[in-house]
């Protein structure tokens, strides 16, 4: 069964760069009917898909947050990152990480999530 | 982008009701829909995709319904461990997008 757990740290400082990790277990990141997500929860707001990164590199990302946003992977330690500069108190959530199939359409899923890292922009 | 409305944000129900919660997209999408189940401190669960499709291991007291634009979800005998919040996801075109969510308690 795959789990996958979030981590990084807790607070971070206005301006500096977010940094987090998705350790996946149970399945490799280099299965290729998979693609791998990031999503965020703003307290007491609906989700938000950040984007996604395939075990190969390529990765699409929301134009909301594109110029800001790079995600990475390491097939070598079955885990995939997200990086996330010059933030505000505005991103401040609960960040998931997710395994999804192919990213649109009827089997566009998140069948597994984390249960999400909560990350406070704070100086 | 495609904007999910869902309704209602929240309603009150009790161990054995029917429940149907509701999600509007902005453009036609198909069945390209999924429902999941947010509970906060546990992983969010996939419910439905495909807009009708039981995802593995999911109690069949769990039903989606619709295409287009018009999706329900619908929890056919409510019990004890449904009370938490759902919410819907487009996967007919990027960015994303979910619906605000709905929350079901206790009434």
């Known amino acids: 069964q795959v789990q996958l757990e979030e981590s990084g740290p807790g607070v971070v400082r206005p301006s500096q760069t977010l940094s987090l990790t998705c350790t996946v277990s149970?399945?490799?990141?280099?299965?290729?009917?998979?693609?791998w997500h990031w999503i965020r929860q703003h307290p007491g707001r609906g989700l938000e898909w950040i984007g996604y990164?395939?075990?190969?590199?390529?990765?699409h990302y929301n134009p909301s947050v594109k110029s800001l946003v790079s995600m990475s992977v390491d097939t070598s330690k079955n885990q995939f990152s997200l990086n996330l500069t010059s933030v505000t108190a505005a991103d401040t959530a609960v960040y998931f990480c997710?395994?999804?199939?192919?990213?649109?359409?009827?089997?566009?899923?998140?069948?597994?999530w984390g249960q999400g890292t909560l990350a406070t922009v704070s100086s | 982008d495609i904007q999910m409305t869902q309704f209602p944000s929240s309603l009150s129900a009790s161990v054995g009701d029917r429940v149907t919660i509701t999600c509007r997209a902005s453009q036609n999408m198909n069945d390209h829909l999924s429902w999941y189940q947010l509970v906060p401190g546990k992983p969010p669960r996939l419910l439905i995709y495909g807009a009708s499709r039981l995802q593995s291991g999911v109690p069949s007291r769990f039903s989606g319904s619709g295409s287009g634009t018009d999706f329900t979800l619908t929890i056919h005998s409510l019990q004890p461990e449904d009370f938490a919040t759902y919410c819907c996801q487009q996967t007919h075109t990027f960015p994303l997008t979910f619906g605000q969510g709905t929350t079901v308690d206790m009434k």
């Open positions: 149970g399945a490799s990141i280099k299965n290729g009917a998979y693609y």
């Open positions: 997710a395994r999804g199939g192919p990213p649109v359409g009827r089997m566009g899923r998140l069948d597994s």
């Open positions: 990164i395939y075990y190969t590199g390529s990765s």
